[in-house]
């Protein structure tokens, strides 16, 4: 059975940074690209972030370029959200989903002074 | 960045009525396109994938259809599990974009 497991959101002011990880399992990590999506309280779906099987390449949402970068650890079959220079916007609940479409269950962002 | 726009905003049916969902796509996405079901407090459910493919586990009873920029999701007998919200998703071209959501809630 495919297991995410997200972790690491917090309350956090403007400007500050957080990052998320995204344990998983019950599948072979390294044969799949991950992304990350959010959804803001009683909003819609977006997808910030991919990352590829290998992580040679990432691909950004322009709500988050140059402030969130995606990584991963085939190692630990885990994969890593940094965000930098939160914005009150950036709240949401953040999830992590392997391509294909499951997703985990979710960590929140809070991103308020 | 290609938007996807669904139809209705919200629909009433009753247990046992057919419900059809529409998505419109801004540009061609071929037959990138999933549909996934959100029920309050829970995460995105895969449904459909390529379109018209249902996910492992999906029942009979939802179906898809649709090429190109016109998309379906047909729900034939509504289930008293199945009142939720839908939401379309393109993954032809990076961003990969949702639709607005329809909710689907009991009339």
């Known amino acids: 059975e495919v297991q995410l497991v997200e972790s690491g959101g917090d309350l956090v002011h403007p400007g500050g940074s957080l990052t998320l990880s995204c344990s998983a399992s019950g599948f072979t990590f390294t044969t799949y690209s991950m992304h990350w999506a959010r959804q803001a309280p009683g909003k819609g779906l977006e997808f910030v972030s991919d990352i590829s099987q290998n992580g040679e390449t990432t691909l950004y949402a322009d709500s988050v370029k140059d402030r969130f970068i995606i990584s991963r650890d085939n190692s630990k079959n885990t994969v890593y959200l940094q965000m930098s220079s939160l914005k009150p916007e950036d709240t949401a609940v953040y999830y992590c989903v392997k391509g294909g479409g499951d997703w985990g269950q979710g960590t929140l962002v809070t991103v308020s002074s | 960045e290609i938007v996807m726009t669904q139809s209705p905003a919200t629909l009433s049916v009753s247990p046992g009525e057919r419900a059809t969902l529409s998505c419109r796509a801004s540009q061609s996405v071929i037959t990138s396109l999933a549909w996934y079901q959100q029920k309050p407090g829970q995460s995105p459910r895969l449904l459909i994938r390529?379109?018209?493919t249902r996910a492992t586990g999906i029942p009979a009873r939802f179906s898809a259809s649709g090429s190109a920029t016109e998309f379906t999701l047909t729900i034939s007998s509504l289930q008293s599990e199945d009142f939720a919200v839908y939401y379309c998703?393109?993954?032809?071209?990076?961003?990969?974009?949702f639709g607005q959501g329809t909710k689907v809630e009991f009339k």
């Open positions: 998703q393109q993954y032809s071209n990076w961003p990969w974009t």
């Open positions: 390529h379109a018209s």
